[in-house]
């Protein structure tokens, strides 16, 4: 009895293994797209644009809430100034250049409901980092049409880059 208890067991263990390198059936498949990635409610948003700093992390987006009633230059210029001293003091940044004196009437921004929006800035866009991009296109892309998310290019005294669209993963 003891050899047959022996012989059970070790057909037992036998066959679970078999059953676990069966596995459930399911075959493996390849990536499957599944459209756009989710959009990001940021709490506050509803009350007025949202400008994108650098995290104190340094390799993403940080929202920043603003009161409605900004328009879409007022956005860049904002943009541009940077972050306030306080969210300063918390580790936010930003990737944009700060030029020393700006002239608000020398940043542009239009829409198409064709192209999107293009921001237009008064100095060489081409060598803007990636994160610097997605401030400008994360901040536009949501403010200028409402309850849409558009399309932005980046156009500089060099060139324009884009259109792009925004993407918070990063």
Same mark, same amino acid.
């Given at each position: 009895?003891?050899?047959?208890?022996?012989?059970?067991?070790?057909?037992?263990?036998?066959?679970?293994?078999? &059953?676990?390198?069966?596995?459930?059936?399911?075959?493996?498949?390849?990536?499957?797209? @599944?459209? !756009?990635?989710?959009?990001?409610?940021?709490?506050?948003?509803?009350?007025?644009?949202? &400008?994108?700093?650098? +995290?104190?992390?340094? +390799?993403?987006?940080?929202?920043?809430?603003? &009161?409605?009633?900004? !328009? @879409? @230059?007022?956005?860049?210029?904002?943009?541009?100034?940077?972050?306030?001293?306080?969210?300063?003091?918390?580790?936010?940044?930003?990737? &944009?250049?700060?030029?020393?004196?700006?002239?608000? !009437?020398?940043?542009?921004?239009?829409? +198409?409901?064709?192209?999107?929006?293009?921001?237009?800035?008064?100095?060489?866009?081409?060598?803007l980092s990636e994160l610097a991009r997605r401030q400008v296109v994360c901040?536009?892309?949501f403010a200028v049409v409402p309850g849409t998310i558009s399309p932005v290019?980046?156009?500089?005294?060099?060139? @324009?880059?884009?259109?792009?669209?925004? !993407?918070?993963?990063?």
């Amino acid at each position: 009895m003891t050899r047959t208890k022996a012989l059970s067991a070790a057909a037992a263990a036998a066959l679970a293994g078999m &059953l676990l390198l069966v596995g459930c059936g399911i075959k493996p498949t390849g990536v499957i797209d @599944s459209g !756009d990635a989710a959009t990001v409610q940021v709490p506050g948003a509803t009350s007025g644009p949202v &400008l994108y700093f650098v +995290s104190a992390e340094g +390799s993403r987006l940080a929202p920043y809430p603003l &009161l409605a009633g900004v !328009d @879409s @230059s007022q956005l860049l210029t904002a943009l541009l100034a940077g972050p306030t001293n306080t969210a300063r003091e918390a580790g936010i940044t930003t990737a &944009l250049p700060t030029p020393a004196e700006l002239n608000p !009437d020398q940043l542009a921004v239009e829409y +198409s409901p064709t192209d999107g929006v293009t921001a237009r800035f008064p100095f060489a866009v081409s060598r803007l980092s990636e994160l610097a991009r997605r401030q400008v296109v994360c901040t536009l892309a949501f403010a200028v049409v409402p309850g849409t998310i558009s399309p932005v290019t980046v156009t500089g005294t060099d060139t @324009s880059l884009g259109p792009a669209q925004c !993407d918070l993963k990063g």
